[in-house]
């Protein structure tokens, strides 16, 4: 009877084995899983085919999001204000010898470089 006792011991065994080891057994996860990785989203401007005005953040920052006239050169941040709301500042280009202007030097064509002589 030992014996019989067991082979029905093992056989269950073995067929509980194949039975349950062919099924996908989950758990439930306890908090300790790894983070998703961050997806960094496409940079895309907002403007349309032939645009004069061209839209651009460049970063993920809310606060760094501006706004380019493309036939002047002009920039400007799009800011907010409590006041105000949501407002358009001017973003001033400073000239090499330090003073500032709303608009960018005037470049000249990449032909006709001028030399200066010392």
Known sequence: ???NK??????LSLSLLVLLGSMNICAQ???LMSQKPQEKPEQKLLSSANG??????????SKDQFMLDT???????IAES?????FLRTVPYRSED?????????????GSKEVKKE
């Open 1 to 3: 009877m030992g014996r």
């Open 6 to 11: 067991k082979r029905f011991v093992m056989i």
């Open 29 to 31: 996860p306890l908090g």
């Open 52 to 61: 004069r005005f061209v839209f651009g953040q460049i970063s993920n920052s």
């Open 71 to 77: 036939f002047t050169g002009r920039l400007w941040r």
């Open 82 to 86: 409590g006041a105000i709301g949501i």
């Open 98 to 110: 330090g003073k500032c202007s709303p608009l960018p030097e005037s470049i000249s064509d990449p």
